[in-house]
């Protein structure tokens, strides 16, 4: 029957729906969970990288042991920044801290000055990156959940349209049969099944109906 066909189709549709609106969510926060890592991986490690040559430069004195072991701390924290370039305007900053670190720890005040300016323009860097990143993430998450709210109303929509035509092609076709069955039962034998716009199978069924009851009457 048509009307079988369709519940079912119906059904699938709508479970196939649910499942693409699972699917979706859960590809969502897949896709955000690395963008947020990558934020953490790749700028929080230049930013650590600049807090450490900052330190470094900062307690440095004229203890030229201690001196030297601060310095060896800032050259392996510039060597980490180094090798962990992830932005274009990343290069300029790291050669000049590579240019003028060794006067900054002999106290030279122009070399030292210059120094901290481009550590500071390298963290500036990565923070406007991380913001970015963020905003990108935070773009990406806003579209996914607008994806989701869509799919959820197209369920929705789905489930509307399956109900109706559920009780328009099924609820209100058994409602029939079973008044008819009922005024029949308590004496009414002249009340048939009868609607309008019927589907051919509804139609089917009450054409049946109709005639099973004419049958039962015309042998009474």
């Excluded at 406007?128 to 929509?157: H, I, P, T, Y």
């Excluded at 309008?196 to 042998?219: C, H, P, Q, W, Y």
Aim: net charge neutral; aromatic share 6%; proline share 2%.
């Amino acid at each position: 029957m048509k009307l079988l066909t369709m519940v079912r189709l119906g059904a699938l549709l709508l479970i196939g729906l649910n499942v693409l609106m699972g699917l979706g969510t859960i590809w969502v926060f897949m896709r955000m969970a690395p963008a947020i890592e990558i934020i953490i991986e790749r700028n929080e490690r230049s930013l650590e990288a600049c807090e450490r040559m900052l330190v470094s430069l900062a307690i440095s004195g004229t203890d030229r042991s201690e001196s030297r072991q601060l310095e060896l701390s800032f050259e392996e924290a510039l060597q980490t920044a180094q090798n962990n370039i992830t932005e274009a305007e990343e290069p300029a900053p790291l050669a000049m801290i590579d240019r003028n670190y060794r006067e900054a720890f002999e106290n030279d005040f122009p070399a030292r000055r210059q120094t901290i300016t481009a550590i500071s323009r390298l963290a500036q860097i990565n923070r406007e990156a991380m913001v970015r990143a963020d905003k990108r993430a935070r773009q990406f998450g806003n579209g996914g959940a607008w994806g989701v709210v869509f799919m959820a109303s197209a369920v929705f929509l789905a489930g509307l349209l399956f109900m109706r035509t559920l009780k328009r092609n099924l609820v209100k076709p058994l409602e029939e049969i079973c008044s008819v069955l009922l005024a029949y039962r308590l004496g009414d034998t002249m009340r048939r099944c009868s609607g309008a716009d019927l589907s051919r199978d509804v139609k089917t069924i009450f054409d049946g109906m109709n005639e099973l009851l004419d049958n039962t009457r015309s042998k009474s």
